[in-house]
């Protein structure tokens, strides 16, 4: 019916509207009456709707699995496009609609709506997968004190369709929570009635405590596996090495595949997670390098690399415009800081766009869906050599440690008036120790937790040295450019010496934390055995 897409780029601006979904599910037999529930809430009855709904999904029903579903619905208040997507703890979706005018009658989902679904699909074919109809009878629930209502719960009679056939059918009820609410000042109420009215239903005889759509109840089994690439499991420091590269990677794939739809509808800091994500798994491929077979891993280095490129420029021309902006407002009085930020914007506002759009196109690429492919693979099966056989307490912290003496050396190769490269190769190597310390704390515990924490402090520091550095020149490269009005000039002017500034104190900094960064206690246990490894955990 539909193919994900792998390349076409939908409509600009995206034609949906999105809402965080917040409810409750109740499983309840057929002959089920609802209780007394005016102690817990003011319920008022609605008129009963049938609702049509068709959903769509890969053969495997990786979107099912996820999490996720796309239908059309008929009928209703909200007859439409559907799609909902995870959105933190069970019962907590962000559901985007999109009128049925968006695709006619037998027309396969709006582009804009398979687009944000590619990380799962990918090339596999989206259809029709289940029809289901519903005789709804909905009711309005208001807090017992007063006040309009907060919430909606709606009691669901639910036949499962094959062509004109029913062929099942089941009941539940859903309570859920105004979207409009959720973050307001009634917020708190709301929660509180929804929570007297749930316990009630239980108390009633309904089955409360479980999440799962009404597309994966309809569709079984095969619905309820699990996703293409699972939630990792523990492993510890006796398991085999291999078990915890495996979870590492399991765990940055399911990272760059959430993000995903969030860099495609432009959401905060998506583009950030997304290749912090890519750089964790580039980094740890390279520092496991020892237990992977290098003509498999070093090419998925490389397309990493390219993926991190691609969003690098739209994260790093969000942060630049965002100091400078911040840094202009900072100026005195006697700076015409309105004139320098008017040059700012005029020469990255172009810039900005320009990098998002090389971000979407990245994301919409053929190149990008077969590393998605091979990242799926990765994850569920890399390609190990004979030394991931040994155990996590052994072959993990002489890696970690490769890395650490990588940035020990460049940092007592540092000059305080050095120039900036060497500083920011130092970055480099701080990240790369750090991730992986990450990747190895879930198996080695508290003492390579530690010592990732000093970490962190480091790459801050580095980062921020960075930012600075590229704010400054950015900044002179802006003041050269001929077209700059006097007294912008001069803003510009104390906007490049005060970025030069924080280099220099970012730089001080750094050697005044590193002696406690470095201390021998902390670095003890990448050289200690399992007996170290375990009494840190």
């Known amino acids: 019916?539909?193919?994900?897409?792998?390349?076409?780029?939908?409509?600009?601006?995206?034609?949906?509207?999105?809402?965080?979904?917040?409810?409750?599910?109740?499983?309840?037999?057929?002959?089920?009456?609802?209780?007394?529930?005016?102690?817990?809430?003011?319920?008022?009855?609605?008129?009963?709707?049938?609702?049509?709904?068709?959903?769509?999904?890969?053969?495997?029903?990786?979107?099912?699995?996820?999490?996720?579903?796309?239908?059309?619905?008929?009928?209703?208040?909200?007859?439409?496009?559907?799609?909902?997507?995870?959105?933190?703890?069970?019962?907590?979706?962000?559901?985007?609609?999109?009128?049925?005018?968006?695709?006619?009658?037998?027309?396969?989902?709006?582009?804009?709506?398979?687009?944000?679904?590619?990380?799962?699909?990918?090339?596999?074919?989206?259809?029709?997968?289940?029809?289901?109809?519903?005789?709804?009878?909905?009711?309005g629930v208001a807090p017992v004190d007063g006040g309009a209502p907060c919430a909606e719960l709606v009691d669901d009679t639910v036949e499962i369709l094959d062509g004109a056939d029913v062929v099942g059918m089941f009941r539940e009820l859903e309570l859920e929570l105004s979207p409009d609410v959720l973050e307001s000042a009634e917020a708190a109420r709301a929660h509180a009635t929804a929570a007297a009215v749930g316990g009630a239903l239980v108390a009633a005889g309904a089955i409360g405590g479980t999440f799962q759509s009404k597309s994966a109840r309809a569709l079984g089994p095969q619905a309820a596996r699990p996703p293409e690439v699972p939630p990792p499991g523990e492993v510890g420091p006796d398991d085999p090495a291999g078990a915890a590269v495996q979870a590492f990677i399991a765990t940055q794939v399911r990272a760059i595949a959430s993000q995903d739809p969030r860099v495609r509808r432009g959401q905060p800091d998506a583009v950030h997670q997304m290749r912090v994500a890519c750089r964790r798994l580039r980094s740890a491929l390279k520092v496991f390098e020892p237990l992977l077979e290098p003509t498999w891993s070093r090419p998925l280095r490389d397309e990493l690399g390219w993926l991190a490129g691609a969003l690098g420029a739209a994260r790093d021309g969000e942060v630049l415009e965002a100091r400078l902006l911040a840094a202009l407002a900072a100026l005195p009085d006697a700076a015409d800081s309105a004139a320098a930020t008017a040059v700012v914007h005029r020469a990255l506002d172009a810039r900005l766009v320009d990098a998002q759009a090389e971000a979407l196109a990245a994301l919409r690429s053929d190149r990008y869906l077969t590393l998605l492919d091979v990242l799926v693979d990765a994850a569920r099966e890399p390609l190990l050599n004979e030394a991931a056989d040994a155990p996590c307490h052994a072959a993990l912290p002489p890696l970690v440690a490769k890395s650490w003496r990588r940035l020990a050396r460049d940092v007592d190769a540092l000059e305080l008036d050095g120039h900036d490269d060497a500083w920011h190769e130092t970055r480099i190597a701080a990240k790369r120790a750090r991730y992986a310390c990450e990747s190895v704390t879930p198996a080695l515990g508290a003492p390579a937790r530690r010592l990732a924490k000093r970490l962190e402090v480091v790459t801050e520091l580095l980062g921020e040295h960075q930012d600075a550095s590229i704010a400054a020149e950015t900044v002179r490269s802006l003041a050269h450019t001929g077209r700059v009005p006097g007294r912008a000039g001069f803003a510009l002017g104390l906007l490049h010496s005060a970025q030069r500034d924080a280099v220099h104190a970012t730089r001080l900094r750094l050697v005044a934390v590193w002696p406690e960064v470095s201390r021998p206690d902390g670095l003890r246990w990448l050289k200690a055995g399992k007996a170290r490894a375990r009494r840190g955990r």
Do not use: I
């Open 1 to 139: 019916m539909a193919a994900a897409p792998s390349g076409a780029e939908p409509a600009t601006p995206p034609a949906y509207a999105g809402a965080l979904e917040v409810e409750s599910k109740f499983s309840v037999h057929g002959l089920f009456r609802l209780p007394d529930l005016s102690a817990a809430a003011r319920v008022e009855p609605r008129p009963t709707v049938t609702l049509t709904a068709t959903y769509y999904d890969t053969d495997d029903l990786r979107l099912a699995r996820s999490g996720v579903s796309l239908r059309r619905r008929v009928g209703g208040a909200d007859e439409g496009w559907h799609l909902k997507l995870p959105a933190g703890g069970p019962g907590s979706r962000e559901e985007l609609r999109m009128p049925l005018a968006a695709a006619g009658e037998g027309a396969p989902p709006p582009p804009e709506l398979l687009d944000l679904v590619t990380a799962l699909a990918r090339r596999a074919r989206v259809r029709p997968v289940a029809t289901l109809r519903t005789q709804r009878t909905p009711y």
